[in-house]
């Protein structure tokens, strides 16, 4: 049977039985239709690569294509950012702007963000609000903009914007909606086409009913023992996974009977089937009808659920069923129903309906069950109270610590009829509070002697489960007291509340937020230092540019998926995969012993440990690829996994297993093989002076951190010839041609790699990439056959190390005036099983005293590695200075609370007065109305018991020091005069490329219009030093300025005075000059320097659930003369916005028994999203030329060194803490904030006990 659609217009008949069964339209879009726009990382609806439109002829709407199954594609058109626009036909103005307003840094997630905004605009008929537009983005990650450029660029188009808009982006004219038709009758879709049942061979089936009867003769047809699915958006298999097992796949989208809405003066009937975006829908326009006020609220809950396109597909059914199915799902639509007591009604056959409570319906056994609708009853406003929570771990996108509703019935005297009280996140047997309902009933709700019974009671009843990686139950124990707090804070009459309290009511408003970016350009440089648009930035937002994983290759190629180990410490014995390469599509397993040379991805002639690509013996974290599985799908490799049974050996008796620092340091006796001294100070004894007028002591701890590259790790390898053509997302091309040479026992020169860009690196592919890029090569070396591998989320994660976690331990002697007269910090550093990569002995330990005086005497760092059972870890962003300055700032604010004195005037006792620090600071005090603000801050916390606010502060010494080297070859092409530049370096959105053409525009007196930059390859990057330390721009810039000096040298001699570009090179062709040439950047062409950076952060603290607003970030940086002051400003929002996910949201839980890593998904792995960033980001690029000689062109680097100051918003919320703390009536104690600190840390450290909530 073959189905029909279309995709950017053109017409797709296929025959559904030549595909899988589940195929994702995601798939088809890429691999059969072959067009690459559309990505995708994580398959699960949490990262917004895979955004595209569908429409069906009345409408449209956004859909993750990760999610959306083929097989419910019929008659939609279906459109993809090649769609929208595109060199030839002309880019869509969402393109534009995205490119021409600063958007774009990877341009990995750039067509998510584009076909997100586009479906925004045809829902609405192209009329937004800003507000609109800032709340709908809630799915899309970036990792590198750090969201405001993109935000800017989106808000621009609505109705409201008052956003300056580039003078060539004005055009609006294309965002009009025009209605698609059919592509199976020509005519603009009226629904209806009939398909019924499809068998395929292996057995699965899918049906399409069109009535009820239809669907229960489906049901019918179902063995009792066979696993089947209602499938409605499918989104389910983004929260837990679909199961292999399905057989039967029942599509609901042609029932009409489930995707009814009626309303009358009693209830909202609403069909079971109704997206999640359909129902929000209605409730608004029901809200207004009296009796359904309460409506508003519930939108506003739904509007907290998942992100827009997982509503646009996700049903109220899908959502309710998976309740039934996962008891511990803390459904938002269930809880919120449940406390409204709606009803649903559900069908066992085509009949009979039988209307059922949710409880009812939800223990009821009957897998046939279908819900057929959703009773909503009306609560009138003056009867009824309805107040609904969910509070998450960041402002959207993420499931609930703990979701709560609760609906009062008040009599007229004042008192409660009835009560409904709603937790979810507690325990899967928990939903009601009841006997708190019960004590409720015949009070009046705001009477304070009630309401101290009333948490008395409810804080014994709320007893929540421990199953990790959930937050701890004592967070969601006061979390949930809190919300029924917050609720009677926020209903009771303003006269029974006392003003103090009253803003614990009112959940955090977050206004839209806004940036100001501030830099200067020398236009004699021109184009260095103007601020240009990215070089790729209008093909990235088309979609157009191409990543490894777009590499096209013939139709016989394979797919990979690793093979994990799970026990860890003991030796493999036998691995058998005989089951496995039965399982359908199954093509090859092979382990370490199918690998011809040596078994490592890591060369030690790169500096580093060797660590298998395969392990052989023994298991030294849980997941370590032990092999890999070779299918015909990505989906079969992925399914075979669990079929390969491993034998494993002599487990250590003695062997404590230890997956992260905390494990080792909890441990009752610390194990010192684990600790490697790398970095111990030379110093013996640190010279304290004999009488500190303070000692303080303490211990800081930094969590790891997950690189969270929209691009996955990815390699695609094609056999040619006698070698291998290999496509590697890699920030290292030399160490992954020599890794797989030396793995095959081939020469470098057979296998050539190429990298067009990499969507995003962060330090995740320096060597981890390796493993896949190994891995694929000897597949495709074996096989002799194109092979792709591409890293699942969880393998990725499981499989890949982290940033460096840290432990600080400190002591310093401290002068009353804040001075700091000896200093001894012990830190210890997560390595994971080995130290390669290691941040301890350079960056950790050479920033730890940051821009402060010390003395060779009174200073004493000591840095150690810590081996634990988990992969090795990485650098990452900033590897080592964050840390290191973290520690030392740290210190400074420590200090400054038990000497109780400011912060800032800590530092500046403290600074070394040879620092440019010692101006800078001050002067930014001042600018920045610190002190004022800070006198605000408190006069705003004493007012205010239950919402407090901070001010945090950081400074920055980052060292910048060359490595290596990094070769270049410019082309000059007689015919136009066009020039192309190819390097060494990598471009991972760090605008290298933009850069590049730059310089050479400048060097070569040409228009930037006249360069293009290459894809970076091992011919003419042979030997290329990795990218990364920030320090891959200036290099590579370095040298293409030497070439193009070259070059302008060899021109001179027919150069004549008034003659053009071309004609010059025209004549130095005839001349048969010799118009490439290639050079390099070594380490010492250009001498270190160091960047300095503030920063300073304001929070505001919701006491009672630990949500945060960042209220305003003021950051100078020192970007000496920019280079490129766009794509400065760009790296420097980007890196401090993934620096404030490390300190506030992203957390990694392994688990102690088995080393498993529990967070592994997008699931519960939060970066932050684009409403978490500051509401007001101010950025200045400071102008600060070094004299020439250092660095390259006065410039300095920016990529990395923000990432460090994203610190400051700690010492914020440390202040907002000690104000609870305060009016807690505990004492003064300075509280161990780290990384992450999280609505969990900020609640259990906020110091209130339940039995404090009283309403005055
Ligand atoms: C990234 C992401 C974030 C999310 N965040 C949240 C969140 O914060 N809060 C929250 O509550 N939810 C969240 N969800 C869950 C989401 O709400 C559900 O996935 C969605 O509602 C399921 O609807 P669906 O139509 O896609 O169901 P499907 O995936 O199509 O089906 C799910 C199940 O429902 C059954 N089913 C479908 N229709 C019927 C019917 N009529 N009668 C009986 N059974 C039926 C199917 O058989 C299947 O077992 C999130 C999901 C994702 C992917
Ligand atoms: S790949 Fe679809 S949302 Fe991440
Ligand atoms: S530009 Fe958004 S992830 Fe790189």
């Known amino acids: 049977m073959s189905t029909t659609f279309t995709i950017n217009g053109q017409p797709y008949s296929v025959n559904l039985t030549d595909l899988p069964p589940d195929i994702t339209l995601n798939t088809f879009i890429r691999e059969h239709a072959q067009l690459t726009a559309t990505k995708f990382m994580c398959q699960e609806g949490g990262c917004g690569a895979c955004v595209c439109a569908v429409s069906d002829g009345k409408s449209s709407w956004t859909v993750n294509s990760c999610l959306k199954l083929l097989n419910t594609c019929s008659q939609l058109e279906i459109v993809t950012c090649e769609g929208l626009g595109n060199q030839n036909s002309g880019y869509h103005p969402i393109q534009k702007r995205l490119a021409k307003m600063n958007g774009t840094q990877c341009g990995y997630c750039s067509p998510g963000f584009v076909m997100n905004m586009y479906g925004l605009l045809e829902q609405h008929g192209g009329r937004v609000t800003m507000s609109e537009v800032e709340n709908s983005f809630g799915g899309n990650i970036c990792r590198c903009t750090g969201y405001r450029p993109i935000l800017d660029a989106m808000k621009s188009f609505a109705v409201d914007s008052d956003i300056e808009v580039p003078a060539e982006c004005t055009d609006i004219e294309d965002l009009s909606v025009k209605p698609r038709n059919c592509p199976r009758t020509g005519k603009i879709c009226g629904g209806g086409c009939q398909r019924s049942k499809l068998i395929y061979e292996e057995g699965y089936q899918w049906y399409w009913p069109k009535t009820l009867v239809e669907l229960f003769e489906a049901l019918e047809n179902i063995e009792d023992s066979d696993e089947f699915m209602l499938v409605a958006g499918n989104t389910a298999h983004g929260v837990y996974r679909r199961s292999p097992d399905i057989k039967h796949f029942i599509d609901v989208s042609g029932l009409e009977e489930l995707y009814q809405h009626s309303s009358d003066s009693q209830q909202l009937k609403l069909g079971a089937n109704m997206s999640l975006t359909q129902t929000m829908e209605i409730l608004q326009s029901t809200s207004k009808q009296p009796g359904f006020e309460y409506l508003e609220v519930l939108w506003n809950h739904i509007d907290l659920v998942a992100n827009v396109p997982v509503r646009n597909?996700?049903?109220?059914?899908?959502?309710?069923?998976?309740?039934?199915?996962?008891?511990?799902?803390?459904?938002?639509?269930?809880?919120?129903?449940?406390?409204?007591?709606?009803?649903?009604?559900?069908?066992?056959?085509?009949?009979?309906?039988?209307?059922?409570?949710?409880?009812?319906?939800?223990?009821?056994?009957?897998?046939?069950?279908?819900?057929?609708?959703?009773?909503?009853?009306?609560?009138?406003?003056?009867?009824?109270?309805?107040?609904?929570?969910?509070?998450?771990?960041?402002?959207?996108?993420?499931?609930?610590?703990?979701?709560?509703?609760?609906?009062?019935?008040?009599?007229?005297?004042?008192?409660?009829?009835?009560?409904?009280?709603?937790?979810?996140?507690?325990?899967?047997?928990?939903?009601?509070?009841?006997?708190?309902?019960?004590?409720?009933?015949?009070?009046?709700?705001?009477?304070?002697?009630?309401?101290?019974?009333?948490?008395?009671?409810?804080?014994?009843?709320?007893?929540?489960?421990?199953?990790?990686?959930?937050?701890?139950?004592?967070?969601?124990?006061?979390?949930?007291?809190?919300?029924?707090?917050?609720?009677?804070?926020?209903?009771?009459?303003?006269?029974?509340?006392?003003?103090?309290?009253?803003?614990?009511?009112?959940?955090?408003?977050?206004?839209?937020?806004?940036?100001?970016?501030?830099?200067?350009?020398?236009?004699?440089?021109?184009?260095?230092?103007?601020?240009?648009?990215?070089?790729?930035?209008?093909?990235?937002?088309?979609?157009?540019?191409?990543?490894?994983?777009?590499?096209?290759?013939?139709?016989?190629?394979?797919y990979c998926a690793f093979v994990g180990a799970t026990k860890v410490g003991a030796t493999i014995d036998q691995i058998d995969a005989s089951?496995?390469?039965?399982?359908?599509?199954?093509?090859?397993?092979?382990?370490?012993?199918?690998?011809?040379?040596?078994?490592?991805?890591?060369?030690?002639?790169?500096?580093?440990?060797?660590?298998?690509?395969?392990?052989?013996?023994?298991?030294?974290?849980?997941?370590?690829?032990?092999?890999?599985?070779?299918?015909?799908?990505?989906?079969?490799?992925?399914?075979?996994?669990?079929?390969?049974?491993?034998?494993?050996?002599?487990?250590?008796?003695?062997?404590?297993?230890?997956?992260?620092?905390?494990?080792?340091?909890?441990?009752?006796?610390?194990?010192?093989?684990?600790?490697?001294?790398?970095?111990?100070?030379?110093?013996?004894?640190?010279?304290?002076?004999?009488?500190?007028?303070?000692?303080?002591?303490?211990?800081?701890?930094?969590?790891?951190?997950?690189?969270?590259?929209?691009?996955?790790?990815?390699?695609?390898?094609?056999?040619?010839?006698?070698?291998?053509?290999?496509?590697?997302?890699?920030?290292?091309?030399?160490?992954?041609?020599?890794?797989?040479?030396?793995?095959?026992?081939?020469?470098?020169?057979?296998?050539?790699?190429?990298?067009?860009?990499?969507?995003?690196?962060?330090?995740?592919?320096?060597?981890?990439?390796?493993?896949?890029?190994?891995?694929?090569?000897?597949?495709?070396?074996?096989?002799?056959?194109?092979?792709?591998?591409?890293?699942?989320?969880?393998?990725?994660?499981?499989?890949?190390?982290?940033?460096?976690?840290?432990?600080?331990?400190?002591?310093?002697?401290?002068?009353?005036?804040?001075?700091?007269?000896?200093?001894?910090?012990?830190?210890?550093?997560?390595?994971?099983?080995?130290?390669?990569?290691?941040?301890?002995?350079?960056?950790?330990?050479?920033?730890?005293?940051?821009?402060?005086?010390?003395?060779?005497?009174?200073?004493?760092?000591?840095?150690?590695?810590?081996?634990?059972?988990?992969?090795?870890?990485?650098?990452?962003?900033?590897?080592?200075?964050?840390?290191?300055?973290?520690?030392?700032?740290?210190?400074?604010?420590?200090?400054?609370?038990?000497?109780?004195?400011?912060?800032?005037?800590?530092?500046?006792?403290?600074?070394?007065?040879?620092?440019?620090?010692?101006?800078?600071?001050?002067?930014?005090?001042?600018?920045?109305?610190?002190?004022?603000?800070?006198?605000?801050?408190?006069?705003?916390?004493?007012?205010?018991?239950?919402?407090?606010?901070?001010?945090?502060?950081?400074?920055?010494?980052?060292?910048?020091?060359?490595?290596?080297?990094?070769?270049?070859?410019?082309?000059?092409?007689?015919?136009?005069?066009?020039?192309?530049?190819?390097?060494?370096?990598?471009?991972?959105?760090?605008?290298?490329?933009?850069?590049?053409?730059?310089?050479?525009?400048?060097?070569?007196?040409?228009?930037?219009?006249?360069?293009?930059?290459?894809?970076?390859?091992?011919?003419?990057?042979?030997?290329?030093?990795?990218?990364?330390?920030?320090?891959?721009?200036?290099?590579?810039?370095?040298?293409?300025?030497?070439?193009?000096?070259?070059?302008?040298?060899?021109?001179?001699?027919?150069?004549?005075?008034?003659?053009?570009?071309?004609?010059?090179?025209?004549?130095?062709n005839a001349q048969l000059i010799n118009l490439i040439a290639s050079d390099q950047c070594k380490a010492g062409d250009m001498q270190t320097y160091q960047v300095l950076g503030l920063a300073l952060s304001e929070v505001e603290i919701d006491v009672l659930t630990g949500n945060i607003l960042i209220k305003r970030v003021d950051l100078l940086e020192d970007a000496g003369e920019s280079l490129s002051p766009w794509i400065d400003v760009g790296q420097v929002e980007g890196a401090f916005v993934m620096g404030l996910g490390y300190w506030l949201s992203e957390l990694l839980i392994y688990e102690g028994d088995n080393g498993r890593l529990l967070t592994n998904r997008t699931w519960n792995y939060k970066p932050l999203g684009a409403k978490d960033i500051p509401i007001d980001f101010r950025v200045e690029l400071m102008h600060n030329p070094r004299p020439n000689g250092a660095g390259f062109m006065r410039s300095k680097a920016t990529g990395e060194p923000p990432c460090v100051l994203a610190v400051s918003v700690i010492f914020a919320l440390q202040q907002a803490l000690q104000s609870a703390r305060q009016d807690a009536g505990l004492p003064r104690e300075w509280l161990r904030l780290g990384a992450p600190t999280t609505p969990e840390t900020l609640v259990l450290n906020s110091g209130h006990q339940v039995a404090e909530f009283k309403l005055k």
């Open 313 to 558: 597909s996700g049903t109220l059914a899908g959502n309710i069923a998976t309740k039934k199915h996962h008891p511990e799902f803390p459904s938002d639509i269930f809880i919120s129903f449940e406390a409204l007591d709606v009803k649903v009604l559900a069908m066992e056959n085509a009949t009979d309906e039988q209307e059922m409570t949710l409880e009812e319906f939800l223990s009821d056994s009957n897998k046939k069950l279908v819900l057929k609708a959703f009773h909503l009853p009306a609560y009138p406003k003056d009867k009824f109270i309805y107040d609904s929570y969910k509070i998450m771990p960041r402002a959207q996108n993420a499931h609930a610590y703990v979701n709560a509703a609760f609906l009062l019935e008040v009599e007229s005297d004042s008192t409660v009829e009835s009560a409904r009280i709603c937790f979810g996140g507690i325990r899967p047997d928990f939903t009601h509070a009841a006997p708190i309902e019960q004590l409720m009933v015949g009070h009046k709700p705001f009477e304070s002697g009630l309401i101290e019974q009333l948490f008395n009671k409810l804080e014994n009843l709320i007893q929540p489960d421990e199953v990790l990686p959930d937050a701890s139950p004592a967070y969601r124990s006061k979390l949930a007291c809190g919300l029924l707090y917050k609720f009677l804070l926020k209903h009771a009459p303003d006269a029974e509340v006392s003003e103090k309290f009253k803003s614990g009511g009112q959940s955090l408003q977050r206004p839209l937020s806004s940036g100001m970016q501030l830099f200067q350009t020398q236009k004699q440089n021109y184009p260095v230092t103007q601020a240009v648009q990215k070089l790729e930035g209008m093909i990235q937002c088309s979609g157009e540019a191409t990543y490894m994983n777009d590499v096209l290759t013939a139709s016989n190629s394979v």
């Open 579 to 1068: 089951e496995a390469l039965q399982q359908p599509g199954v093509v090859a397993f092979y382990s370490a012993k199918d690998i011809p040379g040596t078994n490592t991805f890591c060369e030690p002639s790169f500096g580093y440990q060797a660590e298998e690509i395969f392990c052989s013996g023994l298991v030294l974290y849980s997941e370590q690829p032990v092999g890999m599985i070779v299918a015909l799908t990505a989906d079969q490799a992925q399914r075979a996994v669990k079929f390969v049974n491993i034998n494993y050996s002599n487990p250590r008796a003695d062997f404590q297993l230890m997956p992260s620092l905390k494990h080792v340091f909890s441990s009752p006796t610390l194990d010192a093989s684990r600790i490697v001294p790398l970095a111990v100070s030379k110093l013996k004894d640190v010279k304290f002076s004999d009488k500190p007028d303070v000692e303080v002591r303490g211990i800081f701890e930094m969590g790891l951190q997950y690189h969270f590259t929209m691009e996955p790790q990815t390699t695609v390898v094609i056999p040619f010839e006698d070698g291998l053509r290999v496509f590697s997302a890699t920030q290292w091309m030399d160490h992954t041609q020599s890794a797989i040479a030396h793995m095959l026992q081939i020469k470098a020169k057979d296998v050539q790699l190429q990298v067009r860009r990499l969507g995003g690196g962060y330090g995740s592919k320096i060597s981890r990439g390796n493993q896949v890029a190994c891995a694929a090569s000897l597949a495709a070396y074996k096989l002799n056959r194109p092979v792709r591998f591409v890293q699942t989320i969880e393998s990725m994660m499981e499989c890949n190390g982290k940033r460096w976690a840290c432990r600080s331990e400190y002591q310093c002697h401290v002068k009353s005036n804040g001075k700091i007269v000896g200093l001894s910090n012990d830190f210890y550093e997560d390595a994971g099983w080995n130290t390669n990569e290691s941040p301890v002995q350079g960056h950790s330990t050479s920033t730890a005293s940051n821009c402060y005086e010390f003395t060779e005497s009174n200073f004493k760092v000591s840095g150690h590695a810590v081996l634990t059972d988990a992969p090795s870890s990485t650098w990452c962003r900033a590897p080592g200075s964050v840390e290191g300055i973290a520690m030392m700032e740290n210190i400074i604010e420590h200090v400054a609370f038990e000497i109780q004195k400011d912060p800032a005037d800590v530092r500046l006792a403290n600074i070394n007065k040879k620092s440019k620090m010692a101006t800078l600071l001050p002067e930014f005090l001042k600018t920045r109305e610190y002190f004022s603000r800070k006198k605000e801050i408190e006069a705003y916390n004493s007012n205010n018991r239950w919402k407090k606010r901070g001010l945090g502060l950081s400074v920055m010494n980052f060292p910048i020091i060359y490595l290596g080297q990094f070769p270049a070859t410019v082309a000059i092409y007689h015919v136009d005069g066009t020039v192309v530049v190819t390097h060494g370096g990598i471009e991972m959105g760090q605008g290298m490329n933009t850069k590049v053409a730059q310089v050479a525009a400048y060097t070569l007196g040409i228009d930037l219009s006249y360069i293009k930059v290459e894809s970076s390859e091992t011919i003419n990057g042979a030997n290329s030093m990795v990218t990364g330390y920030a320090i891959g721009s200036e290099s590579v810039c370095f040298a293409v300025r030497k070439i193009c000096e070259t070059l302008n040298a060899r021109l001179k001699p027919v150069r004549k005075p008034k003659a053009s570009w071309v004609e010059t090179v025209e004549a130095a």
